[in-house]
Antibody
Framework: EVQLVESGGGLVQPGRSLRLSCTAS????????MSWVRQAPGKGLEWVGF??????????EYAASVKGRFTISRDDSKSIAYLQMNSLKTEDTAVYYC???????????????WGQGTLVTVSS | DIQMTQSPSSLSASVGDRVTITCQAS??????LNWYQQKPGKAPKLLIY???NLETGVPSRFSGSGSGTDFTFTISSLQPEDIATYYC?????????FGQGTKVEIK
């Protein structure tokens, strides 16, 4: 069974940093691109960014709203994807979801599995 | 960025009704269009991929159609468990963008 479990959320002051983790199980993690999607309280879904698999260069792409502040990385030996968030702003307050791109041969592709989400609150 | 415009933003229908949601892309995205269902307090779930393909395990009352810029999502017979917000999402170009969502309620 595919599972994605996010951790690392919490309350953080503006300007500080936080690192989220997404621990995967039930599939060959290294074969898939992984993405992060967020949802501000009462709002819609916003794609944050993704990291391709090593077979596709392991490169990353980001939304303009987080580019230069957020960094996605992966440790295939541990089946974990990370979201390093620096210079946090109040508008980054959201539930952050880890997702899997469904197709190994097409990156990006639809998100077929999602974690339960972790809440990040940026407030002084 | 490609803008995805969903309508309506909310709707109320009776059990057994046919429900239709539309999604319009600001430019041609071929069939790179997905539909997700999000129930309150839960993560989204993929229902339809590539505009018209039903994800494994999803009930056949859900369907999708369209290509290019105009897409439609249909629930053929609304059930109480379908109460949720539905989002379209394109993946033709980065950044991947979502529609603003359609909240479906029971009348």
């Amino acid at each position: 069974e595919v599972q994605l479990v996010e951790s690392g959320g919490g309350l953080v002051q503006p300007g500080r940093s936080l690192r989220l983790s997404c621990t995967a199980s039930g599939f060959t993690f290294g074969d898939y691109a992984m993405s992060w999607v967020r949802q501000a309280p009462g709002k819609g879904l916003e794609w944050v960014g993704f990291i391709r698999s090593k077979a596709y260069g392991g490169t990353t792409e980001y939304a303009a709203s987080v580019k230069g502040r957020f960094t996605i990385s992966r440790d295939d030996s541990k089946s974990i994807a990370y979201l390093q968030m620096n210079s946090l702003k109040t508008e980054d307050t959201a539930v952050y979801y880890c997702t899997r791109d469904s197709r190994r041969w097409l990156q990006p592709s639809p998100f077929d599995y999602w974690g339960q989400g972790t809440l990040v609150t940026v407030s002084s | 960025d490609i803008q995805m415009t969903q309508s309506p933003s909310s709707l109320s229908a009776s059990v057994g009704d046919r429900v239709t949601i539309t999604c319009q892309a600001s430019q041609d995205i071929s069939n790179y269009l997905n539909w997700y269902q999000q129930k309150p307090g839960k993560a989204p779930k993929l229902l339809i991929y590539d505009a018209s393909n039903l994800e494994t395990g999803v009930p056949s009352r859900f369907s999708g159609s369209g290509s290019g810029t105009d897409f439609t999502f249909t629930i053929s017979s609304l059930q109480p468990e379908d109460i949720a917000t539905y989002y379209c999402q394109q993946y033709d170009n980065l950044p991947r963008t979502f529609g603003q969502g359609t909240k479906v309620e029971i009348k």
